[in-house]
């Protein structure tokens, strides 16, 4: 009973097992997202080669790292927003189990 005095609540052993098939499906949602998005960017329909060129290589990288910078900041601002509402009293729903 931690809680009642300002610790986090013990998760059981299902609740760490359904955070983490959550989190599973959260990274495998934002991968697929990530490869549509960059793959209809960067790599054109009409294949000309079998490997990727330079141009297509460096369109890729520079993709994916925007895609997680990104992710980055959303969820840094989405944990202060959080804080914040927490501090505030507004408890609501933690997002980082």
Do not use: H, W
């Amino acid at each position: 009973m931690s809680f009642l005095f300002g610790g986090k609540p013990q998760l059981s052993s299902a609740e760490k097992i359904a955070a983490a098939e959550l989190e599973i499906e959260m990274v495998s949602d934002m991968f697929n997202r990530l490869s549509q998005s960059c793959v209809k960017k960067c790599i054109p329909t009409d294949y000309r080669e079998s490997e990727l060129n330079k141009g297509e290589s460096v369109c890729l990288d520079r993709c994916v790292a925007k895609m997680f910078e990104v992710n980055a900041k959303v969820s840094e601002k989405m944990q202060q927003d959080t804080g914040a509402r927490g501090a505030a009293g507004g408890g609501g729903m933690g997002f980082g189990l």
